[in-house]
Protein backbone atom coordinates (compact mmCIF):
# COMPACT_ATOMS: atom_id res chain seq x y z
CA UNK A 1 0.00 0.00 0.00
CA UNK A 2 2.04 3.71 -1.11
CA UNK A 3 1.65 5.80 1.98
CA UNK A 4 3.93 8.30 3.95
CA UNK A 5 4.54 7.02 8.01
CA UNK A 6 5.16 9.29 10.76
CA UNK A 7 6.59 8.44 14.29
CA UNK A 8 5.53 8.70 16.97
CA UNK A 9 1.99 9.78 16.65
CA UNK A 10 1.67 11.38 19.70
CA UNK A 11 4.53 13.34 21.86
CA UNK A 12 4.97 15.11 24.99
CA UNK A 13 7.80 16.31 25.69
CA UNK A 14 9.72 18.84 27.59
CA UNK A 15 11.70 22.59 26.55
CA UNK A 16 14.95 22.05 25.80
CA UNK A 17 14.98 17.76 25.13
CA UNK A 18 15.94 16.67 21.40
CA UNK A 19 13.77 15.11 19.66
CA UNK A 20 13.22 13.41 16.30
CA UNK A 21 10.09 12.86 14.00
CA UNK A 22 10.87 10.21 11.69
CA UNK A 23 9.17 10.35 7.76
CA UNK A 24 8.80 7.67 5.60
CA UNK A 25 6.92 7.13 2.17
CA UNK A 26 7.04 4.13 -0.31
CA UNK A 27 6.02 5.53 -3.28
CA UNK A 28 9.52 6.58 -4.53
CA UNK A 29 8.87 10.24 -4.36
CA UNK A 30 11.86 12.55 -5.04
CA UNK A 31 9.98 15.94 -2.95
CA UNK A 32 8.91 15.27 0.77
CA UNK A 33 8.07 18.27 3.13
CA UNK A 34 7.22 19.29 6.92
CA UNK A 35 4.18 21.46 7.73
CA UNK A 36 3.09 22.37 10.78
CA UNK A 37 -0.95 23.53 11.30
CA UNK A 38 -1.88 25.58 13.97
CA UNK A 39 -5.62 26.44 15.08
CA UNK A 40 -6.23 29.78 12.58
CA UNK A 41 -3.01 29.78 10.88
CA UNK A 42 -3.71 27.12 8.96
CA UNK A 43 -0.38 24.41 7.01
CA UNK A 44 2.53 26.28 7.12
CA UNK A 45 5.54 24.46 5.20
CA UNK A 46 8.59 23.95 7.77
CA UNK A 47 11.37 22.60 5.43
CA UNK A 48 11.38 20.88 1.49
CA UNK A 49 13.58 18.30 -0.07
CA UNK A 50 13.54 18.33 -3.87
CA UNK A 51 16.11 14.85 -3.27
CA UNK A 52 18.37 13.14 -1.74
CA UNK A 53 20.83 15.60 0.09
CA UNK A 54 18.87 18.83 -1.03
CA UNK A 55 16.88 20.46 1.45
CA UNK A 56 15.31 23.60 1.82
CA UNK A 57 13.92 26.31 3.94
CA UNK A 58 10.02 26.56 3.56
CA UNK A 59 8.14 29.73 5.37
CA UNK A 60 8.94 28.52 8.70
CA UNK A 61 12.18 27.16 9.50
CA UNK A 62 13.52 28.41 12.34
CA UNK A 63 13.63 25.95 15.20
CA UNK A 64 13.86 22.53 12.94
CA UNK A 65 16.42 21.35 11.28
CA UNK A 66 15.73 17.98 8.79
CA UNK A 67 18.22 15.72 6.33
CA UNK A 68 17.65 13.14 3.48
CA UNK A 69 20.20 10.67 3.41
CA UNK A 70 17.63 8.33 1.43
CA UNK A 71 15.16 8.68 -0.78
CA UNK A 72 11.91 7.62 1.61
CA UNK A 73 13.01 8.90 4.76
CA UNK A 74 13.11 12.48 5.94
CA UNK A 75 13.05 13.01 9.37
CA UNK A 76 12.40 16.22 11.42
CA UNK A 77 14.74 17.63 13.85
CA UNK A 78 13.71 19.47 17.02
CA UNK A 79 17.16 20.38 18.68
CA UNK A 80 15.93 22.20 21.63
CA UNK A 81 12.34 22.02 22.02
CA UNK A 82 9.77 24.98 22.71
CA UNK A 83 6.75 25.80 23.75
CA UNK A 84 5.49 27.82 20.58
CA UNK A 85 6.73 24.51 18.72
CA UNK A 86 3.77 22.35 20.02
CA UNK A 87 1.75 22.06 17.43
CA UNK A 88 0.19 19.04 14.71
CA UNK A 89 2.96 18.16 12.12
CA UNK A 90 2.44 16.31 8.86
CA UNK A 91 4.84 14.78 6.24
CA UNK A 92 3.95 14.70 2.47
CA UNK A 93 5.79 13.65 -0.08
CA UNK A 94 5.10 14.33 -4.04
CA UNK A 95 4.31 12.95 -7.54
CA UNK A 96 5.16 14.79 -10.50
CA UNK A 97 4.27 14.36 -14.10
CA UNK A 98 6.36 17.16 -15.07
CA UNK A 99 3.30 18.94 -16.44
CA UNK A 100 2.48 20.88 -12.54
CA UNK A 101 -0.28 18.64 -12.14
CA UNK A 102 0.91 16.70 -8.66
CA UNK A 103 -0.57 15.21 -5.88
CA UNK A 104 0.75 15.63 -2.32
CA UNK A 105 0.57 12.60 0.07
CA UNK A 106 0.20 13.62 3.48
CA UNK A 107 1.21 11.53 6.45
CA UNK A 108 -1.24 10.79 9.35
CA UNK A 109 0.31 13.76 11.48
CA UNK A 110 2.20 13.86 14.76
CA UNK A 111 0.64 15.66 17.83
CA UNK A 112 3.52 17.40 19.77
CA UNK A 113 2.95 19.18 22.64
CA UNK A 114 6.11 20.73 24.39
CA UNK A 115 5.60 21.66 27.75
CA UNK B 1 0.62 38.59 3.17
CA UNK B 2 -2.29 36.26 2.48
CA UNK B 3 -1.45 34.84 -0.83
CA UNK B 4 -4.13 32.11 -0.03
CA UNK B 5 -7.63 33.76 1.13
CA UNK B 6 -11.05 31.36 1.52
CA UNK B 7 -14.15 32.53 3.84
CA UNK B 8 -13.15 30.33 6.85
CA UNK B 9 -17.17 29.68 7.21
CA UNK B 10 -18.24 27.24 8.99
CA UNK B 11 -20.77 26.92 6.06
CA UNK B 12 -23.83 24.94 8.07
CA UNK B 13 -26.34 23.51 4.80
CA UNK B 14 -28.75 20.36 5.02
CA UNK B 15 -28.06 17.17 2.74
CA UNK B 16 -29.27 17.63 -0.37
CA UNK B 17 -27.77 21.11 -0.70
CA UNK B 18 -25.27 22.91 -3.16
CA UNK B 19 -22.74 24.76 -1.48
CA UNK B 20 -19.93 26.88 -3.41
CA UNK B 21 -17.10 27.76 -1.99
CA UNK B 22 -13.99 30.81 -3.22
CA UNK B 23 -10.40 30.92 -2.59
CA UNK B 24 -8.76 33.90 -4.14
CA UNK B 25 -4.73 34.08 -4.40
CA UNK B 26 -1.89 36.88 -4.54
CA UNK B 27 0.13 35.68 -7.28
CA UNK B 28 -0.75 36.01 -10.81
CA UNK B 29 1.93 33.99 -12.19
CA UNK B 30 0.13 30.83 -10.38
CA UNK B 31 0.28 27.72 -12.39
CA UNK B 32 -1.48 24.80 -10.24
CA UNK B 33 -4.11 24.99 -8.25
CA UNK B 34 -6.11 22.20 -6.01
CA UNK B 35 -8.60 21.50 -3.60
CA UNK B 36 -7.73 19.35 -0.30
CA UNK B 37 -9.86 17.96 2.08
CA UNK B 38 -9.31 17.51 5.44
CA UNK B 39 -11.39 15.43 8.13
CA UNK B 40 -10.86 16.60 11.70
CA UNK B 41 -7.37 15.58 13.33
CA UNK B 42 -6.41 13.77 9.86
CA UNK B 43 -4.04 14.34 7.24
CA UNK B 44 -5.38 16.38 3.99
CA UNK B 45 -6.06 14.75 1.10
CA UNK B 46 -6.26 15.43 -2.58
CA UNK B 47 -9.69 16.04 -3.57
CA UNK B 48 -9.15 17.37 -7.06
CA UNK B 49 -6.81 19.66 -9.20
CA UNK B 50 -8.53 22.58 -10.90
CA UNK B 51 -7.54 23.11 -14.66
CA UNK B 52 -7.68 25.99 -16.44
CA UNK B 53 -11.16 24.73 -18.17
CA UNK B 54 -12.56 23.72 -15.09
CA UNK B 55 -13.29 20.13 -14.15
CA UNK B 56 -15.55 18.30 -12.47
CA UNK B 57 -15.65 14.98 -10.79
CA UNK B 58 -19.08 13.63 -10.38
CA UNK B 59 -20.69 16.28 -7.57
CA UNK B 60 -17.81 17.86 -7.66
CA UNK B 61 -17.07 21.11 -9.98
CA UNK B 62 -14.12 23.05 -9.69
CA UNK B 63 -13.33 26.54 -11.51
CA UNK B 64 -10.56 28.67 -12.34
CA UNK B 65 -11.01 32.30 -13.19
CA UNK B 66 -7.17 33.48 -13.40
CA UNK B 67 -8.60 37.63 -14.49
CA UNK B 68 -9.67 37.34 -11.03
CA UNK B 69 -7.71 35.40 -9.23
CA UNK B 70 -9.74 33.49 -7.85
CA UNK B 71 -10.88 29.56 -7.59
CA UNK B 72 -14.05 28.43 -6.96
CA UNK B 73 -15.32 24.60 -5.64
CA UNK B 74 -19.13 23.29 -5.86
CA UNK B 75 -20.79 20.51 -4.16
CA UNK B 76 -24.39 19.61 -5.49
CA UNK B 77 -26.54 17.09 -3.98
CA UNK B 78 -24.62 17.25 -0.39
CA UNK B 79 -24.03 14.34 1.53
CA UNK B 80 -23.91 13.93 5.45
CA UNK B 81 -19.95 12.58 4.56
CA UNK B 82 -19.06 15.99 2.56
CA UNK B 83 -18.36 17.59 6.48
CA UNK B 84 -15.09 18.19 6.37
CA UNK B 85 -12.38 21.49 5.85
CA UNK B 86 -11.48 21.85 2.15
CA UNK B 87 -8.23 24.04 1.59
CA UNK B 88 -7.54 25.87 -1.49
CA UNK B 89 -3.23 25.13 -2.41
CA UNK B 90 -1.67 27.43 -5.24
CA UNK B 91 1.49 26.42 -6.26
CA UNK B 92 3.07 29.21 -8.11
CA UNK B 93 5.93 27.14 -9.78
CA UNK B 94 4.91 25.72 -12.61
CA UNK B 95 6.27 22.20 -13.61
CA UNK B 96 7.74 21.34 -10.82
CA UNK B 97 7.37 18.86 -7.31
CA UNK B 98 5.93 22.01 -5.46
CA UNK B 99 8.84 23.92 -3.62
CA UNK B 100 6.26 26.40 -1.76
CA UNK B 101 2.58 25.32 -1.99
CA UNK B 102 0.88 27.58 -0.16
CA UNK B 103 -2.80 26.46 1.39
CA UNK B 104 -5.63 28.36 2.73
CA UNK B 105 -6.47 28.17 6.05
CA UNK B 106 -9.62 26.19 5.08
CA UNK B 107 -13.59 26.76 4.66
CA UNK B 108 -15.41 24.06 7.21
CA UNK B 109 -18.52 22.59 5.99
CA UNK B 110 -21.28 20.82 7.95
CA UNK B 111 -23.86 18.82 6.40
CA UNK B 112 -26.69 18.13 8.66
CA UNK B 113 -29.87 15.45 7.90
Known amino acids: EAQVTQNPRYLITVTGKKLTVTCSQNMNHEYMSWYRQDPGLGLRQIYYSMNVEVTDKGDVPEGYKVSRKEKRNFPLILESPSPNQTSLYFC??????????????FGPGTRLTVT | RKEVEQDPGPFNVPEGATVAFNCTYS??????FFWYRQDCRKEPKLLMSVYSSGNEDGRFTAQLNRASQYISLLIRDSKLSDSATYLC??????????????FGKGTTLSVSS
Open chain 2, 27 to 32: NSASQS
Open chain 1, 92 to 105: ASSLTDGQGNYEQY
Open chain 2, 89 to 102: VVNPTFGQAGTALI
